[in-house]
Every structure is written in structure tokens, then in C-alpha cells.
């Protein structure tokens, strides 16, 4: 599979700004990333951001983020992004999540609970979102670009849609 890079985007508070994507985004694609985790939103809209996801999705990186954990309708970015892949999440039963955000913008829907051996705060237990959903996506979407590197952004995304 490929290599998770792993880059610190929020400060101990949870805090970040759109520099600081900027920088995370810029990382990511000079070490060679195919697919790229945003398991944050936003509802704030923002040119920059939107700017800073466009030109790493035209390097060949593809975004997924996070649809957001209230189901609004309204859109959140930078899932709401053209260059980025809404994630949604499901329930343990296959069904939408009860806290998912939808919209037009949420094209993917994947598990959304998992059992983790620590969480945010170094406890463990069951965790619920449509951050962790993003990170099965992204993980799904790798191994697909790994098995089928000349694929299209669609055709991976038709692979990890396939039962």
C-alpha cells in the first residue's frame, strides 16, 4: 500500500488557519501523495482554501474530506470543493449516520464507527463521524490507486464503490 504521511495541521488548541492548509497541502503533494485526507470542515467558505485544494487536485492529488457531523444539508468545506470528494457517513448497519451531514456536495457515504484503541483525548472506545468515514475512503481510495495506478479519479472511485 502506499505510505500514510502524516502531517500535523491543528495546533493543541484544534486550531488552524488557511496558511497553514496551504503548507499541509504543498507537503503532501511534494512527498508524492495520490490521495489526500481532510478529516476536518469548515463552514466557512474561502477562496484561498479553495484555491490551495484546486491546485493540489491538479498535481494529480485526490482531496476527500469530511461532510461535516450535522446533518444540515448545507454545504461545509473543503468537501463542498469541485477538487475535493464530500465523505459522508454510514451507521454500523449500512444506514446514513444519524449526525452525517448530506447535500449535493457528499457523493461517498462509508462506515462511520469504529473501535479505537485511543482517541483524540488517549481514551479508548467507539468514535463516530465523518472523519473517520474520510479516513476509510482515503485508505479504500489508496490501495485502489496502488492496484490500478494509470486509473482516472472516477474509475478509483467506481473500483471503491463496488460491492
Known amino acids: 500500500f502506499s505510505p500514510v504521511i502524516g502531517v500535523k495541521l491543528f495546533d493543541d488548541n484544534g486550531l488552524t488557519s488557511n496558511f497553514a492548509v496551504l503548507r499541509a497541502l504543498s507537503f503532501a503533494v511534494d512527498k508524492g501523495a495520490r490521495v489526500i485526507s481532510m478529516s476536518w470542515s469548515s463552514e466557512t467558505e474561502s477562496a484561498f482554501l479553495a484555491d490551495a485544494c484546486g491546485k493540489a487536485a491538479s498535481s494529480g492529488a485526490m482531496l476527500v474530506a469530511a461532510a461535516g457531523n450535522e446533518p444540515t444539508g448545507r454545504p461545509v468545506f473543503p ?3 469541485d477538487t475535493v470528494i464530500g465523505v459522508g457517513a454510514l451507521d454500523a ?8 451531514n448530506f447535500g449535493t456536495f ?16 488517549g481514551d479508548p472506545g ?3 463521524g465523518t472523519s ?4 476509510y475512503v482515503a485508505r479504500r481510495l489508496s490501495a485502489a490507486a496502488r ?13 471503491i464503490s463496488r460491492p
Do not use: C, K, Q
Open 147 to 159: 492496484l490500478h495506478p494509470e486509473a482516472t479519479d472516477g474509475e478509483l472511485l467506481e473500483i
Open 106 to 121: 457528499v457523493p461517498v457515504f462509508a462506515p462511520g464507527i469504529a473501535m479505537l484503541p485511543v482517541g483524540h483525548r
Open 93 to 100: 448497519h449500512g444506514n446514513t449516520w444519524r449526525e452525517s
Open 79 to 81: 468537501a463542498a470543493f
Open 132 to 135: 473517520i468515514a474520510t479516513a
Open 126 to 128: 467507539v468514535y463516530a
